[in-house]
């Protein structure tokens, strides 16, 4: 223990933070496919506009859609409240006429 003092251990392998090790990782691995080398930072933000312009899109025509749903809403408010008032007994008179044609005529039970 008091040899380890004065040396310096790092976490994790030295060979995956020495560059050398990174750069012949990715020259092998072109051969092979298997690994691909980093995008440089303005191919991270390319993409990262590229998807900024997609989601501004998608809000957008989110927008319109509800804007349109709005307006369909808000002019069938309009049309119903210019629309001529219900007679008294309209629709609330049927229903007792249905039930004294049922009593009127009651289904046959079967056994």
């Known amino acids: 223990m008091a040899q380890k003092v004065g040396e310096h251990k790092s976490r994790g392998s030295s060979r995956a933070r020495s560059p050398m090790a990174l750069v012949t990782r990715g020259v092998e691995a072109e ?8 995008r440089t930072t303005s191919e991270y933000r390319a993409a990262a506009e590229e998807q900024a ?5 998608e809000i957008e025509a989110a927008l319109v859609v509800a804007r349109d749903t709005r307006e369909a809403i808000e002019r069938r408010i309009a049309s119903e409240l210019h629309a001529p008032p219900v007679p008294p ?4 008179e049927q229903a007792p006429r249905r039930k004294a044609l049922r009593r ?5 039970v079967r056994h």
């Not at 051969?31 to 980093?38: D, E, M, T, Y």
């Open 31 to 38: 051969g092979r496919g298997a690994l691909a080398l980093r």
């Open 104 to 108: 009127a005529h009651p289904r046959k």
């Open 89 to 92: 007994g309209g629709v609330r």
């Open 53 to 57: 312009a997609r989601v501004r899109e």
